[in-house]
């Protein structure tokens, strides 16, 4: 019996492919209610041995210093109460768990452009901040995430403030003890002024790929080559992985040309681009001994009620990319 069970741990082993160590993960979107295991069950399907929950924070413009969050007024996936929820639902499945706090503009507009009046507000906005990620420091460490993000796509707070973040960054480390990173966007990573004081270089990666409205894998490849030298430049000179902390692709016309979208527009809907922009992405960087993997932008937790074949959004759920995800997570894609 012993050695059948050694012989069939071998077989496991193999069959993570190359893999194994990387980190293949999905972005937990939060809901109204708690998660359970019918929510958890298609992460498991497509081999995903990573989640990003993401509690939100929210500000009433760009210009407004007051963070609001953990508020019964908000969705239960998006306090702290439900995170934690989420994250021992998760762990109880070997899920292993980022989390990553984020804040949300009203209308949308872009965290990268915060931007305080005077100084009194920018105060205002570092206390309310560090309280944001403090708090959810001390949650990363009493659930004991592997991973905790500081921060996404918050170009000019950064820019503005860089002796906050590495404050900022000292204190987190007296109270969570595990991995960090920061989420940059893809055009900002490059002066990121505290990558030094983290463990991964944490990029969303929304790289203008192509022109092109139905890009071939090739093509994609092909887009990927400056962004990806750049990148592992950069990794080696700070001796430090890679973690693309969101990555993916809406399923419409011209997928490449501008990543970043996150509008309603009405592009014709293409899933053959986005199963072929997930296809290259896999291909150019989970190879890479300086890729540490990465977190698919998104994956909602009401699996069967999302995606399909008439949406053009970024979910590959219910999508032909879903497979192609669950070849690669499973360390078949090649």
């Known amino acids: 019996m012993k050695k059948w069970f050694f012989i069939w741990a071998l077989v496991l082993y ?29 992460v498991l399907d497509i081999h995903a041995n990573y989640a990003a929950v993401m509690p939100f924070g929210f500000l009433r413009s760009p210009n407004s210093p007051n963070l609001i969050f953990d508020t019964e007024r908000q969705w239960y996936g998006e306090t702290k109460r439900g995170a934690h929820q989420y994250i021992e639902t998760l762990h109880k499945n070997g899920v292993q768990v980022m989390l990553k706090p984020q804040i949300w503009i009203w209308n949308g507009e872009f965290t990268g452009d915060m931007m305080m009046q005077s100084e009194k507000d920018w105060k205002a906005l570092e206390e309310s901040y560090s309280k944001f990620v403090i708090t959810f420091a001390e949650l990363a460490q009493l659930t004991q995430c592997d991973i905790y993000c500081i921060g996404t796509e918050l170009e000019e707070f950064v820019k503005h403030r860089p002796e906050f973040w590495q404050e900022l960054i000292t204190k987190v480390k007296t109270v969570y003890k595990g991995k960090l990173t920061y989420a940059a966007n893809w055009d900002e990573y490059t002066w990121t002024p505290f990558w030094e004081q983290l463990d991964y270089i944490g990029v969303d990666a929304y790289f203008p790929l192509t022109d092109k409205r139905v890009p071939s894998i090739e093509e994609f490849r092909q887009g990927w080559q400056p962004w ?107």
């Open 14 to 42: 193999s069959c993570s492919g190359q893999n194994g160590t990387k980190i293949n993960g999905v972005s937990f979107v939060g809901s109204r209610e708690p998660v359970d295991q019918i929510h958890v069950n298609p």
């Open 228 to 334: 990806k030298e750049k990148l592992h430049s950069f990794s080696e000179n700070l001796d430090k992985p890679v973690l693309f902390t969101e990555f993916g692709y809406r399923s419409m016309d011209y997928a490449g040309k501008k990543p970043w979208l996150v509008d309603r527009n009405q592009m014709q809907v293409n899933l053959a681009a986005q199963e072929a922009a997930t296809q290259a992405i896999f291909e150019e960087f989970w190879n890479e001994d300086w890729f540490a993997g990465g977190f698919l932008w998104k994956w909602f937790v009401n699996h069967k009620e999302v995606g399909g074949h008439s949406d053009n959004r970024f979910t590959p759920q219910n999508k032909p990319a879903e497979n192609v995800i669950r070849k690669h997570y499973a360390g078949l894609g090649n």
